[in-house]
């Protein structure tokens, strides 16, 4: 794959202002976040050796520089089982996405191992005009929908200052686990709020990212959705 | 660099008038009154102001001008400039508004102008639209609100900087009453181009400013990272409280991403004053109650606060209040117990508080505070001295005072009530303890403390 360079370049001379969602999980890795396993396919044939050699179950996500809610014209498809099912739902899905999203240009097909359930947690980035590069962090769904319990930094960061987000916001003893549940691999969430922080500090055409949702394990993290907008 | 501005030799007043009420006759008041260097009037107008020979230009005063305050208004305001920089004047308070605040086209011009004309002669300046400079120690005072309205506080420890002219000249108002003592105030205004980091930078070395108060709306687009800087190397040496005033989110913004409607302006800044080493005080009552803490108490070495109290109700407020702002309240170990026993009246309760009960008196205070101050596990005490019961007197301010100076530790006291109760609190906070009205705003005031005290631990600055 491409140094993150190229793929912001790459975007950038295609007129784009945001990462293909691959892009924006590669780049994100390059950076030393864990990042679900995932490949990109051109057809439904190669979704379902990708998908094979990932392991099942795994999600297929239609990749477009024209579509950026993809759920919402039927761009994704969770728990696939089988090399055979992976081909057919690829198929299907590209058939109602260009019915529904008429003319939207299609890259490819993202076929990602799907992530098991786990406790989902947000990282995001922007570029202030006052501090420049900030890092944030927070739980998903409501802790930030509503109760918008999230923790700030203005980058760079130290491994301390990702740890001391965590312990900022409200809701955080879900961290430490509940109801018997054991505490999640904070080391794992503290990589992915520096490889944030560095891929801004690093990239000044990134203006904001959101990697959501990162699933915490006990024993790991994994970022699963990522959004870069690069600058106008 | 910015020692012009502070201690000139000259100054010299654009826009000096006779005319009563008038910005420009105040100005000059304030300098006779408490200027030593020169002051040269200039006003086209006047042969004299105020038994002052007045110049028609700022070119035409024979002698150097360290300083040029003016007054004129905005649309001559580049003129004047301009004679100023021919002059070889090198520093510029601008008080005169019109400018960019205005939200015209023309204000913009202008100001525009006046950076401009700034730049070209290597003027630095503050303002425009501000107050300008109070320092209590040279008498530079471009506060143009005459003394009968605006008080001017003692000579002190504390300088502030604010964004806002109105907060400034109500601060330094309210630290005269209360007889605070305050070095330099600088109020900023539209900083075209002396901002908080060129302020900051300069009051690290001012050696009579010991403790910094920041008023912030907001700081120029990328000054961002310089004023963290800045602001962590300041703050290893003198404590820097910061009001950050237009806290509510621009969120509602359209915004690109999840992130950027989330962060809006306020938790960024949040961000950065913690990670700089900044004290923020959360509502104006907060700034003195941190500032008065911060001044006075040594570092706070650990979270462990015993509680000394006259009255039961108030050392559980306390308690909860201490709790709340994550402090340890220890539990009084077997051998402390014993000998609290053997000097106090049974009905004392020797936990965390120690209740003295109401029949207490100043003896009792002393005994206690005697033996709990040096123990290993005591970080800070808070004193409850509710001065309404029979058996006190001021003689334990003195207790309180000799104390606190022989141990060293953090001290703090709570006092509520009456006439009485400003007494007390007058008398013990001239003797360098921090009084508090509530125990709410005593806890407060105690994180910030042990906040500062970390960092300043952290940052190498005191071992």
Excluded at chain 1, 60 to 67: A, E, F, H, N, T
Excluded at chain 2, 78 to 92: H, I
Excluded at chain 2, 225 to 250: C, D, H, N, Q, W
Aim: hydrophobic share 45%; glycine share 8%.
């Amino acid at each position: 794959m491409s140094a993150p360079r190229d793929i912001i370049q790459r975007a950038l001379s295609e007129g784009r202002r945001k990462l293909l969602e691959h892009e924006a999980l590669e780049i994100i890795r390059l950076y030393g976040a864990p990042v679900a396993e995932a490949a990109l396919a051109k057809t439904p044939e190669e979704a379902g050796e990708l998908a094979a050699k990932i392991g099942f179950p795994v999600v297929l996500k239609v990749v477009s520089p024209d579509i950026s809610h993809k759920s919402d014209v039927g761009g994704v498809v969770i728990g696939v089982r089988s090399r055979e099912e992976a081909v057919e739902k690829a198929k299907q899905m590209l058939a109602t996405v260009s019915e529904r999203a008429h003319g939207a240009r299609i890259t490819g097909i993202l076929v990602q191992k799907m992530a098991p359930p786990g406790l989902e947690v947000i990282v995001g980035g922007l570029r202030d005009a006052v501090f420049g590069p900030v890092v944030m962090f927070g739980l998903g769904g409501i802790f930030v929908e509503v109760l918008k319990d999230v923790s700030f930094r203005v980058a760079p960061i130290t491994i301390e200052d990702a740890y001391e987000m965590m312990s900022e916001i409200k809701a955080a003893k879900l961290l430490e686990g509940y109801r018997g549940s054991p505490p999640v691999d904070k080391e794992s969430i503290a990589k992915v709020i520096l490889a944030a922080a560095r891929l801004l500090e690093e990239n000044p055409e990134i203006e904001s990212l959101d990697l959501n949702p990162v699933i915490a394990y006990p024993d790991k993290a994994l970022v699963v959705d990522a959004r870069v907008i690069l600058r106008k | 660099m910015l020692e012009k501005f502070f201690n000139p030799r000259s100054v010299a007043i654009i826009g000096a008038t006779v005319k009563e009420g008038k910005v420009g006759r105040v100005i000059v008041e304030n300098f006779k009154k408490r200027f030593p260097g020169k002051i040269f009037p200039v006003n086209p107008k006047y042969e004299e102001v105020l038994g002052l020979k007045c110049y028609k230009s700022v070119k035409d005063i024979p002698e150097p001008v360290d300083l040029v305050v003016i007054v004129v208004p905005a649309p001559v305001v580049p003129t004047v400039l301009r004679e100023a920089g021919e002059k070889g004047v090198k520093a510029a308070i601008i008080i005169s508004g019109g400018f960019r605040e205005t939200g015209t086209e023309e204000g913009r011009r202008l100001e525009e102008e006046v950076a401009r004309i700034a730049r070209e002669y290597g003027i630095r300046v503050i303002g425009p639209n501000c107050l300008g400079v109070y320092d209590a120690w040279s008498g530079v005072d471009t506060f143009f609100l005459p003394d009968e309205k605006m008080r001017r506080p003692p000579r002190g420890p504390i300088s502030f900087v604010s964004q806002s002219g109105a907060f400034a000249s109500a601060l330094l108002d309210w630290m005269a009453y209360y007889n605070i003592g305050v070095s330099k105030a600088i109020s900023y205004g539209n900083k075209i181009d002396v901002d908080d980091v060129d302020l900051l930078s300069y009051l690290e070395k001012d050696e009579s400013t010991r403790l910094i108060i920041m008023y912030i709306e907001a700081i120029k687009p990328g000054r961002g990272r310089l004023f963290m800087e800045t602001a962590r190397r300041v703050a290893a040496s003198k404590p820097i409280v910061v009001y950050k005033a237009g806290k509510t989110s621009r969120g509602g913004k359209a915004a690109a991403s999840h992130t950027a409607a989330l962060a809006g302006n306020y938790n960024v800044y949040r961000a950065a004053f913690k990670q700089s080493g900044i004290i923020e005080a959360e509502s104006f009552d907060e700034i003195m109650d941190l500032s008065k803490v911060l001044l006075s108490q040594p570092l706070m070495r650990g979270r462990r606060v015993y509680v000394v109290t006259d009255a039961g109700g108030v050392g559980v407020m306390l308690t909860d209040a201490l709790t709340r702002e994550g402090f340890e309240m220890p539990t009084t170990p077997p051998e402390l117990k014993e000998e609290l026993r053997s000097i106090l009246p049974p009905h004392c309760i020797v936990e965390n508080p120690i209740d003295l009960t109401g029949d207490a008196d100043d003896e009792r205070y002393r005994v206690v505070l005697e033996r709990l101050l040096p123990k290993s596990y005591v970080d800070a005490v808070i004193v409850v001295a509710l001065p309404q019961i029979p058996g006190m007197s001021f003689r334990l301010v003195d207790y309180i005072h000799d104390l606190w100076s022989r141990y060293r530790k953090p001290l703090l006291a709570i006092s509520i009530g009456s006439e009485e109760a400003v007494k007390f609190k007058e008398a013990l906070e001239a003797k360098g303890i921090p009084v508090y009205e509530s125990p709410e705003r005593a806890a407060r005031a105690l994180k910030a403390l042990y906040i500062y005290s970390q960092y300043k631990i952290r940052s190498g600055a005191e071992k």
